[in-house]
């Protein structure tokens, strides 16, 4: 019989430790399929036997030993049956490797190493050369060691798509020869930015979703998990406490997202009251950490300073819009793209009025590069309704509503039909 | 692992872009002392190609290449490297990296040129 406590106590020391065990055994084995497999089977084996003899006290490193002698067990088996002497330096090192991580006797591994084949297997499944869905995927996959199936459910896609993505991108590391180590010196800071729009991809998948589905918060949370983890393995890259920061501040907006009904309310009308305070002030800590690093703000800097303003705003009235729209600029020079360029006209809208944002957007419509932007009906709509323009508005609307992504968004629009129509 | 190395042109590139491409020579220079070059090949220009078809059992023989696009091989290397990383770094500085493009294969472990 398994209980109810050790299924919990296994599912805590998963999520803890799943990511560094795996990376250890990874490194050592040279062998990434068997240290899934190894851990996989050592979760299992914790589940029956801390629900007979109870929880050990320190789980992590029972996971460590099981999950390790399992992986000897296999390699001796293999040995014997092909190579002589190929896996005997690797069988002398797993016989070595301390169960517990903050156990660095002589010649051990210390924590920069566990820490090291973390990032080494992040790295590894945010590769650029494999498709961005299947870097999403895998990196949940391996980090929560969720099943294909619950992989699935949070992306929304069936398990047989899931099943085949997740085998696509494996095959594709294996048969491409990507490997299991570092970058060179001279690509880290790309490929860690690679790892953080991998991150950031999760959160917003997980944030995208509207009420009712908690499997998809489930993904933000766990984003915010694997930001938290990236500040301490690189802890001097400000990027990482940057997009960290940018997170908590979306998420403390959670509660507040979504009506008893299930429907979307803007930022503008949510009751701020609803905002996680704490998790903003730990956003804004890790803000003062990347500003302390690096002057210069990057991608992930600028949007968590525009999303640090809009934080502590106590209405959408007070907020500063004159600081965001210079923000949205230091952001358009340092990544040009369609989207920021038309964030940039709603807080134009804020600033100088809805006039003057309508005559950006004419221009922004004009480039051509939003033409298959959902929300473009919606924001123009928006404009027009705040511009008293009461008929143009409803056309927009009723166009927004027809491009409108998700069923929540479309009842947001109807709504605003309704709102102006009745006025 | 190795790897071909298709060279591609593609006119998708500006004139900044092909005036920082670094010099072949030295890419040769630089490459062939590390072993992982293992040989390459430059082919003619693309209006030399023939391509060849049976269908229904008749032969089709045709002018120019198999694609209908602007990119065209220009050639292919192989590459022996430890690692995909490895090739890419090569790969990068290769000038046709900036004044092209390049593809990195994989050869299937099922046939290579030295199995």
Request: aromatic residues 6%; charged residues 30%.
């Amino acid at each position: 019989m398994i209980t109810e406590a050790a299924a919990h106590a296994v599912s805590r020391t998963t999520r803890a430790e799943r990511l560094r065990i795996v990376a250890t055994l990874t490194r050592i084995t040279g062998d990434w399929n068997l240290a899934e497999d190894c851990f996989q089977d050592a979760t299992e084996r914790a589940l029956d036997r801390w629900s007979t003899d109870g929880i050990p006290d320190n789980p992590g490193a029972w996971l460590t030993t099981t999950a390790r002698n399992r992986a000897l067990d296999v390699l001796r088996r293999r040995q014997t049956e092909h190579d002589k002497l190929e896996k005997v330096h690797t069988l002398a090192e797993l016989e070595h490797t301390p169960d517990n991580p903050d156990d660095t006797g002589d010649g051990n591994p210390d924590a920069e190493t566990y820490g090291d084949d973390q990032l080494r297997l992040l790295f590894m499944c945010c590769h650029p050369a494999l498709p961005l869905a299947g870097r999403v995927a895998l990196t949940l996959k391996t980090v929560t060691g969720l099943s294909t199936r619950e992989v699935a459910r949070a992306f929304l896609v069936s398990e047989a798509t899931m099943s085949q993505r997740l085998l696509r991108v494996r095959s594709k590391i294996t048969n491409a020869g990507i490997s299991f180590r570092s970058p060179p010196p001279h690509r880290v800071a790309e490929r860690t930015a690679g790892v953080l729009s991998v991150v950031y991809l999760l959160f917003n998948e997980g944030y995208a979703a509207t009420g009712g589905e908690p499997f998809r918060d489930e993904l933000s949370l766990e984003a915010i998990r694997l930001a938290d983890l990236l500040t301490r393995l690189l802890p001097l890259d400000d990027e990482v406490h940057s997009l960290r920061a940018l997170l908590c501040f979306q998420n403390a907006r959670r509660a507040a997202r979504v009506d008893a009904d299930g429907d979307l309310v803007t930022m503008e009308e949510q009751d701020r009251g609803l905002w996680d305070t704490e998790q903003i002030a730990s956003g804004l800590d890790s803000l003062i950490i990347a500003r302390s690093i690096r002057d210069t703000p990057g991608y992930y800097r600028l949007q968590a300073e525009i999303a640090a303003l809009h934080s502590t705003a106590v209405d959408a009235a007070s907020t500063d819009w004159v600081a965001i729209v210079a923000r949205y600029d230091d952001l358009l020079e340092l990544h040009p793209s369609p989207v920021i360029a038309l964030n940039r006209a709603i807080a134009l809208g804020f600033r100088d009025g809805p006039d003057d944002a309508l005559v950006e957007l004419t221009r922004l419509e004009a480039t051509g590069d939003l033409d298959t932007y959902p929300l473009m009906a919606a924001v123009r709509a928006d404009l027009l309704r705040r511009a008293d323009r009461v008929d143009e508005a409803i056309v927009a609307y009723r166009l927004a509503v027809q491009s409108a992504g998700s069923d929540a968004e479309r009842r947001l629009m109807q709504r605003r039909i309704e709102e102006i129509s009745s006025r | 692992m190795k790897y071909v190395m298709f060279v591609v042109g593609d006119p998708d590139h500006t004139e900044e872009d092909a005036a920082a491409a670094p010099d072949l020579e030295e890419w040769f220079t630089s490459v062939r002392p590390t072993g992982k070059y293992l040989q390459g090949v430059r082919l003619q220009e693309v209006e030399d190609a023939t391509t060849i078809r049976v269908r229904g059992g008749e032969l089709l023989i045709t002018d120019g290449p198999f694609t209908e696009s602007k990119e065209w091989i220009a050639g292919f290397a192989i590459l022996e490297c430890a690692d995909l990383d490895e090739a890419i770094e090569i790969a990068a500085r290769n000038p046709m990296a900036y004044e092209g493009r390049l593809e990195l294969r994989p050869i299937h472990s099922m046939g290579g040129p030295d199995d």
